[in-house]
Each structure stands twice: as C-alpha cells, then as structure tokens.
C-alpha cells in the first residue's frame, strides 16, 4: 500500500478510484503495525476481486495532521473508505479482524455494482443492460 505523502497526493488518489480504502496510521502505534500487513493482504485479495476501481494507501496521521483534523480521527489505526470521493460515514476504529474489513469492501463494492446496474451504465451485467435498454 502505498503511502500518501501529501495533501495532493491523497486528493489525487481519491478523484482518481471509485473507491479507496485509507489506513490512518502513525509510526509508533502497535495495534497500526499490527494492521498493516493485514490490509495489505486484503489489498491483494481486493484487486483480484474487484478488477477495478478500488485502491488501498495509508496516511501517517502525524505527516497529513490537517487530512486527519478534517475527518475527526482521534484513535489510530482508523480505516476510512472514500466511496466516490467522499469519505463514508462508517470508519473503522482500532484493529480489527480481517473478516470485518472485507465485509465492509464487499458491502461497499455491492452497492456501487447495484447503482452501476441499474442505472445501465458501462461495466454492468448483460442482463442489467438488457434492462435497462427495454426502458428507453
């Protein structure tokens, strides 16, 4: 997972993915090294998964101090999804087990492919685009 080591850097990675999970992290926090390679696994699995459109990175709460003020983090590690480009209302707090992280992935990635299908748009099932070409 790459680092974020801007502002910019990190708006650019949000704009850029329908959906990006960040780990908001700091060097000496146990629980955040704890997390780490596990996200980093899920991150691995994910891509596999989703062919497309989600992206993983960290950000160092003490290097992206306003980032962090901004969405009110005050425990680390706290995973925040950005859901096309905005942050979700549910983050996770403190470390947690890899089966609670991929379900809110796969929760998340559901209904952009449900809003994807029902809308027609590219990248929806034939049987969706079916449909929606019978409404027009």
Do not use: N, Q
Not at 52 to 60: L, N, S
Not at 94 to 112: F, L, P
């Amino acid at each position: 997972m790459k680092e974020m080591e801007t502002e910019a850097e990190l708006a650019a990675m949000i704009g850029g993915h329908d959906v990006v999970v960040c780990d908001f992290f700091t060097t000496w926090c146990g629980p955040c090294k704890a997390l780490s390679p596990v996200l980093a696994e899920i991150a691995e699995e994910t891509k596999k998964k989703y062919s497309a459109g989600i992206e993983f990175c960290k950000v160092d709460c003490e290097k992206l101090v306003a980032t962090a003020d901004e969405l009110g983090i005050t425990s680390i590690p706290t995973v925040v999804f950005y859901v096309k480009g905005k942050p979700d209302k549910d983050a996770i707090i403190g470390c947690r087990g890899k089966e609670i992280y991929v379900a809110r992935i796969d929760k998340i990635m559901k209904a952009i492919a449900g809003k994807a299908a029902t809308t027609g748009a590219p990248g929806c099932s034939p049987v969706a685009k079916k449909k929606a070409a019978k409404k027009h």
